[in-house]
């Protein structure tokens, strides 16, 4: 064989090998909502969302292909082997725009009485070095009676990354270096710490949603990393 026809013979074979990059719209679900005897359940265009059957402070492992274009989403109790809504849906979010390589998460949050349906778009806008993640804060956990100051690491030594944040609204993009770190929460009036320093770890390339979230053991912050 000569060297020429090797070539092509090995650049043949390595294309048969390549993995196609998939750029259909990926989209996480998370349930944030306080009340619901048993785990939710989320669907996309009418169809159960396969993995989404979800307890308190929980996301899909994995991550929803969808097709391009105009999609709607609903929640509900999920029945009891987790494959589809026991009854009708609770809360719908309609005619959502999800592009080609979008990256998005879908949250249930508020009360069971009163559910509310989220659409996130996670991306950055921007470009990440090597070493850094791309880290914002939500607030999933309303109470008009308080708000919220997010510090990294300790409270109160350093200035606040996040003051207040509303419910439901993430804040802007920040970028970290990857590795561990650890986020504080006082919450006022009262100035009450009541997260002293939540550890994290940051992956670098990573976009983080780091959301306070209401569950039966208190506040946390739970990180719902993008897709």
């Known amino acids: ?15 048969e090998g390549a993995t196609a990059v998939d750029t259909r719209p990926g989209v996480r679900f998370f349930n944030a909502t306080m009340g619901m005897s048993g785990k939710v359940g989320f669907t996309t265009d009418g169809q159960f969302a396969g993995g989404s059957a979800l307890a308190l402070g929980e996301s899909t492992q994995t991550c929803s292909r969808l097709t391009a274009g105009s999609t709607s989403f609903g929640f509900g109790a999920a029945n009891a082997g987790g494959t589809d809504l026991s009854g009708g849906a609770l809360a719908t979010l309609g005619s959502q725009s999800v592009a080609t390589g979008g990256n998005y998460t879908v949250v249930a949050a508020g009360s069971a009485a009163s559910p509310t349906l989220l659409l996130f778009d996670n991306t950055f806008p921007g470009t990440l070095a090597s070493n850094q993640a791309a880290v914002r804060f939500v607030n999933l956990a309303p109470d008009p009676a308080y708000n919220y100051r997010i510090y990294q690491g300790e409270v109160g030594l350093t200035d606040a990354l996040a003051i207040n944040p509303p419910f439901g609204s993430p804040t802007a993009f920040m970028t970290m270096t990857r590795g561990s770190t650890s986020f504080g929460v006082l919450r006022l009036p009262g100035h009450n710490i009541i ?33």
């Open 195 to 227: 997260i002293p320093a939540s550890p994290h770890t940051l992956q670098a390339g990573t976009d983080n949603t780091l959301a306070l979230v209401e569950t039966s053991g208190g506040l946390q912050l739970i990180n719902i990393r993008g897709c």
């Open 1 to 15: 064989m000569t060297v020429l026809a090797a070539a092509l013979f090995a650049a043949a074979c390595g294309d």
